[in-house]
């Protein structure tokens, strides 16, 4: 029997990718978004679809009755806002940005996980953002800093039961999400390439999956720098 994986945020970006890669490569793919006419588009390519809101709890309960086991589990769906107007802080921004993107996570792990049999793996897209604080994202990062423990977490607890938890914490990648940037995006990626890196990383069972490599190392050197140094080097950034 093939292998299966369910690959949340799938309707678009990266998670389209993944979904259209696995199904090539002769996966059984669920493909889960909300969007019901780019749903149907994977559809006809014989991909099941599932089309629920992760905010939802009783959706994501009602999507988990659909499935008889999997081997992959990619909690990918995510949504991003910038705080512009600080220091008038967004507070309803914020809680949606942290409502998608974490609080949502949950409800797909709860309903989910017990999806995921021995041997199986959790994988939840994070963020580069991580490394370095950057301006305008308080609500962004902070969703995916969460993230970041969640799965650190996870793994020490998913271990017993022959889980392995990857956490993938991608650079730029030319998707809808990233349209909308308004600055120069440094060693953008294609869906594409993003999508195979992540799966490669998958494949091999990495812990910790992140790309472009020069991007990445550009992030963690200057997230390690003095806090007042980067106070100043990241004036006019945003
Ligand atoms: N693009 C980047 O540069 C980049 C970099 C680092 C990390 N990431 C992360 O990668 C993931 C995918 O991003 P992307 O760039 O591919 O974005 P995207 O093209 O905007 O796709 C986002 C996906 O998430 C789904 N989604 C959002 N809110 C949802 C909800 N409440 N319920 C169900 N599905 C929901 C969307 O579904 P519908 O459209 O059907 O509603 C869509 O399929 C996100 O977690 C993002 O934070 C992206």
Redesign the pocket.
Known sequence: MSKGVLI?????????QLALDYHADGWRVWA????EG??AELAVLGIQTLC????DPAACQGAARQLDGLDLLIL?????EYLDELPRFDGALFARVIE??LV?TGHCLAALLPQLGKGGRLAI?????TWLPLPRAEA?GAS?AALDYLAASLRLDLKASGIGVSLI?????D????ARNRFTMPCLMT?AQAASATRRGLARGLHNIHYPNGFICMLRLLGALPTGLWLRLSKGLG
């Open positions: 949340t945020g799938a309707s678009s970006g990266l998670g389209r889960c978004g909300r969007d780019r749903l629920f809101d992760t905010r990918n769906a995510g949504s991003c998608t993107n949502a897209v994070s963020s580069s953002v962004y995916k914490r991608p650079g730029f990648i998707t809808p999400l990233t869906v």
